[in-house]
């Protein structure tokens, strides 16, 4: 084990990243022509990334395996982004957004990242306005904000219920005009399967075609990888389901540190499972939790229509338990309650197995159709997927997969363990600690994207340029990484087994969901890891991979991803398993306070756990990054 240098420069906290800036290498803009970047991934990280540094001159490959930039995940963010800037003048400032943050992910994350963080989210919002996005405006003309969990401030800028979407849409047309001029080349449908080295650092990549099965070959100087998170572990997720781990995973094979896999958010407000033949889950806004409060029955297997039982026979019981956020608070602390209510046996639904979010008491304060202005396609959605009317009766909700904090090891610069290989957005594991605040991931995201990676990328780049320059990928290490990549597809369209990808996923999820879900305990999680270890063995001898690799075959795209959530699944439990605290969304039943919240650990964790890739997972060597906290004191957190 080592300890890992983070690079946070010296000096006061609010000036670290105006200092850093000043002192990094700069490329000349006559220079940076002869440069080449791969950007892995385009929704809000890689678009903006790739957008910036080829508006910079660069040249840049980008590459997605959608079918268009456009259909990146971060389309379904949708309640908003979060900044600072103060519009409603209720108290807000960069300070505040940074304690907000820190406090948020339980004293779990890295100050000067979420400083900085919270320093440029200003500088977001004016790029996105000139951009065009169409943010929701008050009165007098300013931008509207709503209030988003664990903030008692309104910071987050929003459009309608279709924020994620309108942000890319805007850096899609940064992109769009860049490939115009001829600074990005555009690989759609493509999906990595190798990171290649070369002298020890990031050189480039292979990637298959997923229309013609080709397999094709990508030199660089430096690549940024913006391929989110990897929820999609426990199968049913609200992340949509090409998403994986397999890019991020093939570069933590190669050397690059995974951080925190165990941190998982579950989030509050999605649309309760429904049977077995769901393959994802919904998300429903946190902002609905601005006018919709949360309740349960207060008598256990209360199976009344919702509308049917008085407010003197109801349980408000995040209003009750804490008085100063109320439906508010944090994502893990909703999440945790609900999971309480429904354990209790005061569930509601069919199964028991979700709470209600009932917007009458704001019908009847605002007026129907002020409610359906903030939120009117989101409720348009309820309907559609549940056949119930949201206006009339209470939405059912429960707790799902939503994003997770862990992700390859950065460090300030937001480089990886790997020299030239730098992580951006979900991705990386940076900004949010052991729990994200609703609104902050689109934040991180343009953050990375817009206003870090140009400058630090520029630092790498003017400070190796004499072993930088053109690389040829007729280069031994592309050949051994193509053909690395070709025999794993061999081996997967070999297998002629009799169980389908899709049910080795489906039973992952299962023990992923029941031991590294909501809480976990030790018990548990060594019960995980074997069965998962068992699990893995199956797939080798018993799955079945139909058709060939040589032209589209989306059998084999899942075969690949899910042979590395089954890795990923393992690591995420040891990790769970030697993390013996609880903080944020990684709850161990064996560390709670009094009133069940989350019990930290902070003579012993704190710190970011790295696990080194040796082989096999159970090899996996943790190395440990400590955390220092200067400007905000360590305190068990409270929302009452």
């Not at 008050?138 to 664990?150: H, I, M």
């Not at 229309?211 to 430096?222: F, L, M, W, Y």
């Not at 094979?253 to 999605?270: D, E, M, S, V």
């Not at 997927?385 to 997770?404: G, S």
Request: charged share 25%; glycine share 10%.
């Amino acid at each position: 084990m080592s300890v890992l240098d983070s690079k946070v420069p010296e000096g006061d906290i609010r000036e670290k990243w105006d200092n850093h800036r000043f002192n990094m290498k700069l490329v000349n803009p006559a220079n940076r022509r002869k440069y080449n970047i791969i950007v892995v991934g385009t929704g809000l990280a890689g678009g903006s990334a790739a957008a910036t540094l080829a508006e910079q001159g660069y040249n840049v490959k980008s590459f997605c395996i959608q079918d268009s930039p456009r259909r990146a995940h971060s389309i379904a963010a949708q309640g908003g982004i979060n900044a600072a800037k103060n519009y409603p003048n209720d108290g807000d400032s960069i300070w505040r957004l940074f304690y907000d943050t820190v406090k948020g992910g339980d004293y779990r994350s890295r100050e000067a990242n979420v400083y900085r963080l919270a320093q440029v989210s200003n500088n977001i919002i004016d790029q996105c306005v000139a951009q065009g996005v169409p943010f929701a405006r008050e009165y007098g003309g300013l931008l509207d904000n709503r209030s988003f969990g664990g903030a008692q401030v309104s910071r987050t800028f929003y459009a309608r219920g279709q924020t994620g979407q309108q942000l890319l849409l805007g850096a899609y047309s940064a992109m769009s005009r860049q490939i115009n001029k001829g600074t990005i080349e555009m690989f759609n449908r493509r999906e990595m399967l190798e990171l290649v080295m070369v002298d020890g650092r990031a050189r480039g990549i292979i990637v298959r075609n997923l229309v013609t099965g080709e397999v094709e070959k990508h030199s660089a100087d430096a690549v940024l990888l913006c391929t989110g998170g990897y929820g999609n572990v426990f199968y049913l997720s609200t992340n949509a389901m090409n998403s994986n781990v397999t890019a991020a995973w093939r570069c933590h094979k190669q050397g690059a540190y995974f951080a925190n896999p165990c941190y998982t958010q579950i989030h509050p407000t999605c649309i309760p499972v429904s049977g077995g033949y769901q393959s994802k889950l919904t998300l429903m806004s946190e902002s609905l939790r601005n006018d919709g409060r949360v309740w349960v029955p207060k008598e256990k297997g209360d199976k009344r229509h919702p509308n049917d039982i008085p407010a003197s026979e109801r349980d408000y019981y995040l209003e009750r338990i804490y008085p100063s956020f109320g439906n508010l608070v944090p994502r893990d602390v909703a999440s945790r309650n609900a999971k309480l209510m429904a354990d209790a046996g005061k569930g509601v639904g069919e199964t028991g197995i979700a709470v209600y979010l009932d917007f009458k008491s704001s019908i009847d304060r605002i007026g129907e159709d002020a409610v359906r202005a903030k939120y009117g396609n989101l409720f348009q959605m309820y309907e559609k997927i549940t056949d119930e009317n949201p206006y009339k009766q209470p939405m059912r909700i429960y707790p799902a997969v939503h994003y997770t904090m862990g992700g390859l090891w950065v460090d300030y610069n937001l480089q990886s363990s790997i020299p030239g290989l730098f992580v951006l957005g979900e991705a990386n594991f940076s900004d949010h600690g052991a729990n994200r605040l609703g609104a902050s991931a689109l934040m991180q995201g343009l953050s990375d994207g817009y206003f870090v990676a140009p400058y630090t990328v520029a630092n790498y780049i003017g400070s190796n340029a004499s072993e930088l320059g053109s690389m040829d990928t007729g280069h031994e290490e592309f050949t051994k990484a193509s053909r690395a990549a070709t025999e794993r597809l061999d081996e997967l369209i070999a297998k002629d087994g009799k169980r389908t990808v899709d049910d080795f996923h489906r039973e992952l999820g299962h023990i992923m969901w029941d031991k590294c879900g909501m809480a976990r305990n030790a018990e548990g999680l060594t019960q995980a890891i074997s069965d998962i270890q068992n699990l893995r063995k199956d797939f080798e001898k018993d799955v079945k991979v139909s058709g060939t690799k040589d032209y589209k075959n989306s059998e084999l795209e899942k075969a690949g991803r899910v042979s590395d959530f089954l890795e990923l699944g393992e690591l995420m439990c040891r990790d769970a398993l030697e993390r013996a605290e609880s903080c944020g969304g990684h709850f161990r039943e064996e560390s709670q306070t009094d009133e069940n919240e989350a019990k930290r650990d902070d003579d012993n964790y704190c710190h970011v756990s790295a696990w080194e890739n040796k082989g096999d997972v159970k090899d996996a060597v943790l190395h440990k990054e400590e955390l220092k906290f200067e400007n905000v004191k360590l305190t068990q957190r409270s929302y009452k």
